[in-house]
């Protein structure tokens, strides 16, 4: 009878003991013991400027007039500006004291060519890579100079897009299914994959309007922001999980997405797409500064253009700002210890206008 009970409870323990191992494969997978609650810090900074300083407006110039209608496309390590002229079409390179050099490339579907350019990037030999959205293509410029090289043709969209040190392409849409995070080599090979949504509806729905955001931590990885709810998610080169950062609770600046309604067409775009998707403010994009610390845009789509907001984490998990309204309009960029934030042309009464400008700030983060 002993024996007989002896044999019950060792199998009881097997039972239980398998359970557990069960249990913690399970947690493993769902990289459960990756996560990191978001710490707020007792006092945030609640003024922009307690956290960017040296504020300086940047104007450039075109055959001795203000240059205006233009988006900002990113500065190379030697401070030169790119940016795409609305009106000429045409990607346009100034220097560091904001003298113009040269047009580079030019609209079309040809080699060197582009329709509409989705994402800039640099190298670290400062070739400067251009994604354009309707013909998929990565077309590449070498420095110094930004002669044409050759094109490479991705097998899938890209709305956030990088370069990674040996090489390879990291690429994130929500068109990419089942997987939206995709790793290329220079070929427009894929070599890995990863991140599946858990709403497939929900996606496609999103995917007409705001995406979500990825930004590079040079050398280390990447922080990647799925548009559905404030989870930041920390992967390596390689689409290892470093670390989930994830608040305690929603929130206005730490948003969830409602489920979309049953009743509407995730492929259609109405005013009652728009009057649900406004019901929250969304994540943009992740700009990664200095040191550890990075920039979470956040946009409100109500109102004519929209307000941006910024939450200012660091990579332990640390907020040191939440929800600091943009001054101007929005914020394009950030580049070594300085962002960027542009101010649309305005018009200021009869024939005249207001040209656009760029405010950049230095990053200065006082944390006692």
Same mark, same amino acid.
């Given at each position: 009878m002993d024996r007989k009970k002896t044999e019950i409870a060792l199998r009881m323990m097997f039972f239980v003991f398998f359970l557990f191992y069960l249990n913690a494969i399970s947690k493993l997978e769902a990289n459960e013991g990756n996560i990191v609650l978001l710490k707020e810090r007792e006092k945030l900074l609640q003024r922009w400027d307690e956290v960017f300083v040296e504020h300086k407006i940047i104007n450039f110039n075109y055959q001795n007039q203000p240059l205006s209608s233009f988006g900002f496309l990113g500065i190379n390590s030697k401070g030169d500006f &790119?940016?795409? =002229? !609305? @009106?000429?079409?045409? @990607? #346009?390179? &100034?220097?560091?004291?904001? $003298? &113009?050099?040269? &047009?580079?490339?030019? %609209? /079309? !579907? /040809? *080699?060197?060519?582009?329709? #509409?350019?989705?994402?800039?990037?640099?190298?670290?030999?400062?070739?400067?890579?251009? $994604?354009?959205? *309707?013909?998929? !293509?990565? =077309?590449?410029?070498s420095s110094p100079n930004y002669q044409f090289v050759k094109q490479i043709h991705p097998k899938s969209g890209a709305e956030r897009i990088f370069i990674e040190p040996e090489g390879n392409y990291i690429t994130f849409s929500l068109y990419n299914v089942p997987k939206l995070l995709k790793k290329y080599d220079r070929k427009g090979n894929i070599l890995a994959e990863a991140f599946k949504c858990e709403d497939e509806i929900l996606r496609t729905a999103m995917a007409r309007f705001n995406p979500g955001g990825m930004g590079d931590i040079p050398d280390k990885g990447f922080l990647f922001i799925y548009p559905d709810k404030y989870y930041i998610y920390y992967y390596d080169y390689n689409f290892g999980i470093k670390k989930i950062l994830k608040p305690d609770n929603f929130s206005k600046f730490y948003p969830k997405a409602e489920s979309f309604p049953r009743n509407l067409s995730p492929y259609e775009y109405s $005013?009652?797409?728009?009057?649900?998707?406004?019901?929250?403010?969304? *994540?943009?994009?992740?700009?990664?500064? %200095?040191?550890?610390?990075?920039?979470?845009?956040?946009?409100?789509? %109500?109102? %004519?253009?929209?307000?941006?907001y910024i939450n200012i984490h660091d990579l332990d998990g640390i907020t040191y700002a939440k929800g600091l309204e943009v001054p101007y309009d929005r914020f394009v960029y950030s580049h070594d210890v300085y962002v960027y934030v542009i101010e649309e042309e305005r018009f200021i009464g009869r024939d005249e206008f207001a040209p656009q400008l760029v405010h950049r700030y230095r990053f200065s983060l006082l944390t006692n």
């Open positions: &790119f940016l795409y =002229s !609305r @009106i000429a079409e045409r @990607i #346009m390179q &100034f220097n560091n004291k904001r $003298y &113009f050099l040269r &047009f580079i490339g030019r %609209k /079309g !579907r /040809g *080699p060197g060519e582009y329709e #509409m350019i989705g994402n800039a990037f640099f190298d670290k030999e400062g070739d400067l890579y251009i $994604y354009d959205i *309707p013909t998929r !293509r990565i =077309s590449i410029f $005013y009652e797409h728009s009057k649900w998707w406004n019901k929250f403010i969304h *994540p943009d994009n992740i700009y990664f500064l %200095k040191d550890k610390y990075f920039i979470v845009t956040l946009v409100e789509s %109500k109102g %004519k253009f929209g307000k941006w």
